[in-house]
């Protein structure tokens, strides 16, 4: 029987699915659903726009926190093309994984999951969505899957391809 689920999103539209998908199940069985991010610290930039370029994020953390850049950048690509001290970066990291986790745990109320908790980590994804998972205590984990297609995907590896080959519970993945 289902008794936790937990669900990784970096913010993606697959990952939005994916907490959809985790926010159904838990609500249905109404067990706890546990939402994890892991943060981006030393990401290829390229990664990081992409994420934050989909809802517009770094605008949205820089008036958050208060930041008074001379011309605030509009993508993650262009906070770090410039220097800028060390502590800035990681903040900014920082709230934009508070934010992604903020608005997944919104989307899994509406969907009507009641017992709904977030949580970060750092460090390579896999290992800390399946980290985050066991210390949840959840027996299903859902992550999206970006289609990389086969031949990206076996010379990169694949987030979700290792949270499937070593979680020791059941894993969902989502398209």
């Not at 919104?106 to 066991?134: N, P, Q, W, Y």
Request: net charge negative.
């Amino acid at each position: 029987m289902t008794t936790h689920v937990f669900v990784a999103t970096d913010g993606s539209e697959t990952a939005n699915k994916a907490v959809d998908m985790a926010a159904d199940v838990a609500a249905k069985f109404g067990v706890p659903l546990t939402i994890g991010h892991v943060l981006q610290y030393g990401r290829a930039s390229e990664e990081l726009a992409r994420m934050a370029d989909v809802e517009h994020l770094v605008e949205h953390v820089t008036r958050k926190a208060g930041f008074d850049f001379a011309n605030v950048p509009d993508t993650m690509l262009g906070l770090f093309e410039e220097t800028r001290p060390g502590n800035d970066s990681v903040r900014v990291i920082t709230l934009i994984g508070e934010e992604t986790l903020a608005r997944a745990a919104d989307r899994a109320k509406a969907r009507e999951a009641e017992r709904v908790t977030t949580v970060s980590s750092e460090g390579d994804a896999a290992d800390a969505i399946l980290d985050m998972a066991a210390d949840a205590g959840a027996d299903i984990v859902v992550v999206g899957h970006r289609g990389l297609g086969r031949l990206k995907t076996a010379l990169l590896g694949s987030v979700a391809h290792k949270v499937v080959q070593q979680a020791a519970c059941t894993v969902v993945s989502v398209r």
